[in-house]
């Protein structure tokens, strides 16, 4: 929590973005196998799982892997780019993509195999790709540091 404790107002921001995006049903949610699941996942996050950190990154593509110690994340991207859509592997072990920046995507890194397209600045811009992770044991967050992340709008 050191970077969310250093730029506060930036956590708050970006909480407040991916929340909207839920609320008003501006996601694709992808499932534990690739699969297009739409709103059920956001209902079926399991209870004690959190929103505990958030990221925002600048400029990276990643390539196909998996998260470690996450369970449900959301993105959504920002900035003057061409390409750069969120990847996954479906089901049927194809890839499939979607404009993040048209809606945002929430599914489970540690068991969708995803990546980042190629993507190309316009006119000398930055791609922002923001974050927002649940950490597996999301529930053994101390009480002192939950008060702290519903300060700062994350979804506990």
Not at 6 to 17: D, G, M, Q, S, T
Not at 36 to 56: H, M
Not at 129 to 147: D, F, T, V, Y
Request: positive net charge; charged residues 25%; hydrophobic residues 40%.
């Amino acid at each position: 929590m050191a970077a969310t404790r250093r730029f506060p107002e930036i956590a708050k921001a970006a909480n407040r973005v991916l929340r909207l995006h839920l609320k008003l049903g501006r996601f694709v949610a992808i499932g534990p196998q690739g699969s297009v699941c739409g709103p059920a996942l956001r209902r079926g996050i399991p209870k004690g799982s959190n929103f505990s950190t958030v990221a925002v990154n600048v400029n990276i593509k990643k390539k196909i892997h998996r998260d470690g110690n996450l369970g449900v994340s959301m993105i959504l991207a920002l900035g003057d780019y061409t390409g750069g859509r969120f990847q996954w592997r479906k089901p049927d072990g194809k890839m499939a993509a979607v404009d993040v920046r048209r809606q945002a995507v929430l599914f489970q890194g540690s068991q969708v195999d995803h990546a980042t397209e190629a993507w190309r600045r316009v006119a000398g811009g930055d791609r922002f790709l923001i974050q927002a992770s649940c950490l597996k044991g999301g529930r053994n967050i101390p009480e002192k540091a939950r008060k702290e992340l519903r300060r700062l709008n994350f979804v506990l």
